[in-house]
C-alpha cells in the first residue's frame, strides 16, 4: 500500500534562512505522482508543485526548488531565503496512476515556522 | 475563475444528528474528492466523484456517504454523528479525465464540531 512520511513535524528558523522539508515514500505502482502542499492558519491546501516519477529533473521555481530522487524514494523541497508567510503546514503527497479515480495520500505534514 | 467553494464553513452538531456539507468545484472541473482532516490523523480521502459516479472510497465507515449532481457539485453526508467525526473537511476538485494524475484544487474546508 502507499505511504509518504514526512519525519519533521516541525521546523523553526528566522527569515531569510534556507528550510528543506523531508518526504519519503512507498508505492508499488511504477506511474505516480508527488505534490507539495500548503496549508496556512487559514485551512486551504495550497497546490505548490507536482512531479510525475519519469521525470527526476530538479527544478526551481521562484523561492521553491525540489529534489526528487527515486533510488532512495524521496522528493524534499526547499523553500530559499524564508518570509515569515511561509509559516504554514507542508504536506507532501502521492497519487498512483493505477489507483481508480483522483485519490492522494499525505504524509502527516511538517509545520514551518518563520520568525522575524 | 473561482475557486473551490465549500458550505457551510463552521457547523457544530450534537451526537447522534447528522450533517450535509456541501462543496461547488472549479469551473469545468468534474472530479469532486473529499478528505477529513484531524490531529489525530491528518489528512484521509473519503471518496471521489466524477461524473456523478463515486470511482474511488476510502476506508471510512457507511455513515459517509457523498454524491455529486449532474453541475458536478457534490454533497456529503455524514449520519449518526459520533465525537470523533469532528475534523476539517475539504473538498478539493479537478478535471478528472486524467483519472489519478490531476492536480487536485481545495477549498476552504468545513470545520465540523460534534458535541
Known amino acids: 500500500a502507499q505511504k509518504v512520511t514526512q519525519a519533521q513535524t516541525e521546523i523553526s528558523v528566522v527569515e531569510k534562512e534556507d528550510v528543506t522539508l523531508d518526504c519519503v515514500y512507498e508505492?508499488?505502482?511504477?506511474?505516480?505522482?508527488l505534490f507539495w502542499y500548503k496549508q496556512p492558519p487559514s485551512g486551504e491546501l495550497v497546490f505548490l508543485i507536482r512531479?510525475?516519477?519519469?521525470?527526476?529533473q530538479n527544478e526551481i521555481s521562484g523561492r521553491y526548488s525540489w529534489n526528487f530522487q527515486k533510488s532512495t524514494s524521496s522528493f524534499n523541497f526547499t523553500i530559499t531565503a524564508s518570509q515569515v508567510v511561509d509559516s504554514a503546514v507542508y504536506f507532501c503527497?502521492?497519487?498512483?496512476?493505477?489507483?481508480?479515480?483522483?485519490?492522494?495520500?499525505f504524509g502527516g505534514g511538517t509545520r514551518v515556522l518563520v520568525k522575524p | 475563475k473561482a475557486g473551490v467553494t465549500q458550505t457551510p464553513r463552521y457547523l457544530i452538531k450534537t451526537r447522534g444528528q447528522q450533517v450535509t456539507l456541501s462543496c461547488s468545484p472549479i469551473?469545468?472541473?468534474?472530479?469532486v474528492s473529499w478528505y477529513q482532516q484531524t490531529p489525530g490523523q491528518g489528512l484521509q480521502f473519503l471518496f471521489e466523484?466524477?461524473?456523478?459516479?463515486?470511482?474511488n472510497k476510502g476506508n471510512f465507515p457507511g455513515r459517509f456517504s457523498g454524491r455529486q449532481f449532474s453541475n458536478s457539485r457534490s454533497e456529503m453526508n455524514v449520519s449518526t454523528l459520533e465525537l470523533g467525526d469532528s475534523a476539517l473537511y475539504l473538498c478539493?476538485?479537478?478535471?478528472?479525465?486524467?483519472?489519478?494524475?490531476?492536480?487536485?484544487?481545495f477549498g476552504p474546508g468545513t470545520r465540523l464540531t460534534v458535541l
Open positions: 478539493a476538485s479537478s478535471w478528472g479525465t486524467s483519472g489519478s494524475t490531476d492536480t487536485q484544487y
Open positions: 508505492t508499488r505502482d511504477t506511474t505516480y505522482y
Open positions: 512531479r510525475n516519477s519519469f521525470d527526476e
Open positions: 503527497a502521492l497519487s498512483e496512476e493505477k489507483a481508480a479515480g483522483n485519490k492522494l495520500t
Open positions: 469551473s469545468g472541473h468534474r472530479s
Open positions: 466523484y466524477f461524473s456523478e459516479t463515486q470511482r
